[in-house]
């Protein structure tokens, strides 16, 4: 089952700043994108242990809702000297106004300045009203920095250097975190099997 130009594609989020980073990566293929948000489709309870449960919780939720294919990510930080917190818990964490300024200076608290290992994950569901669905898993590795850095990205980007450079992902441009965030290679994953990018 392949997505194809024309198709309508509802993206089981509420964060517009992953809605941006997505509706960028699927850009070149002529999609009818919207959003559970845009919709006013309530977000359903992460009731899920897992990345990968909880994506497939939200992208049949959608399914449900829409009757159109859905599209739901599940992603986080992960610090194995934090016996892998956030994790899941990555968006709860920034509290109900989701301020990740909370969330960052939480994991600061919990951890002093010296840098950490860390890694964030990706996992895309894609779901069809006929209860098929599929999953795609991706990681990002690097090291935890304070003070935060860069005005751009979201979420945990302003703490985050990922392996092989210097700079957080706040201090990159999209282009440029593209090519080792976790979002995106799992986005190369969907592409190579669902829309048949190379």
Known sequence: MRLKAGDTLILATHNQGKLEEIQTLLSPYSLLINSSGN???????????????NALLKARYTVDKTRH????????????????????YSARWAGPDRDFAIAREKIHTLLGDEPRNAYF???????????????FKAESHGTLTWPARGENGF?????FVPLGDTRTYAQMTKSEKFRTSAR???????????????
Request: charged share 25%.
């Open 69 to 88: 294919i859905s599209l739901a990510d599940d992603s986080g930080l992960v610090v194995p000297a934090l016996d892998g917190l956030p994790g899941i």
């Open 121 to 135: 994950v990706c996992v895309l569901v894609v779901a069809w009203p006929d209860g098929t669905s599929k999953v």
């Open 155 to 159: 979420g945990y980007d302003p703490i």
């Open 184 to 198: 995106a290679k799992a986005f190369k994953l969907f592409e190579n099997e669902m829309l048949g990018r190379v």
């Open 39 to 53: 919709l006013n489709i309530e977000e359903p309870e992460e009731t899920e242990d897992t990345f990968e449960g």
